[in-house]
């Protein structure tokens, strides 16, 4: 087992073993790992709220051409169909559309001739009812069989993962659907980022809210084995603050999927 650190990354604050994980959760990917080595523990801050996974098993591969595959087997296809024909009432990325472009559009005169990049597009769903509502978008994901799919429904995307130098264009928003937590030190990522973002503009930013998932348990997809991180509003704000982000809103929410989220609008500062 890794050794955790005795204090918050975030916010120097002392954090205690909350959850204690020796079996893989109902519903969780099956990456292959051994039944015998299942193992790992969650730490939450006392200070912060915010929650860290701790664990040996190697994740490091899982993205490329196996994520996808893993989740959903052979029905790639059949899975981005029946989420895009979701009612707007039980859509996750129906209300993700409509809350970012009433962001937009109080920020841009028109919203359509703005881009936007998304970074870690999995299927293609969101990218996919932005592309319908007029905007112009580019998907970047490491997935092969996820680019293949968007690439057949006329999504713009990129296969590759996002790090410093991948891209030269400069985009109006780059948006971060439930990506930081999937990374080890999301702060990275964000300074990364910035190279690609024009002067002044935005990132939309959705996180797994840990605080809320934990009253209800464990065992919930917000603390699966792929999230290193899990947030809390308090976390999220000093996170970003950190990152050198100005937030221009912040909320916490419950989809229709029962997910418990935390987005945010925000902008370098």
Known sequence: MNKIDKSCKICDGKLF???LFNKKPRGETNFYI????????????LNCKHFYSIHNIDLKNIYKNKYVKDTYGNLIENKFLKVINLKYKKSDNKKRCRRIINFLNFHFINIKNINILDIGSGLGVFPYIMKTKGLDITALDPDTQCCELMKKYEIKNINSEFKRGTLSKKFNLITLNKVLEHFKNPKILIQNIRANLKMNHLIYIEVPDGEK????NKNREEFFIEHWHCF????LKIFLNKVG????????IQEPSSK??????????
Not at 213 to 216: E, L, N, P, T
Not at 245 to 252: A, F, R, V
């Open 17 to 19: 073993l909350k959850f």
């Open 34 to 45: 051994n039944k015998k080595n299942y193992y790992r523990e969650t730490y939450q801050c």
């Open 213 to 216: 998932a934990s009253k209800i």
């Open 232 to 235: 809390s509003k308090k976390s």
């Open 245 to 252: 982000l100005e937030i221009l809103k912040i909320d916490s």
């Open 260 to 269: 418990y989220t935390l987005f945010a609008f925000a902008k370098f500062k």
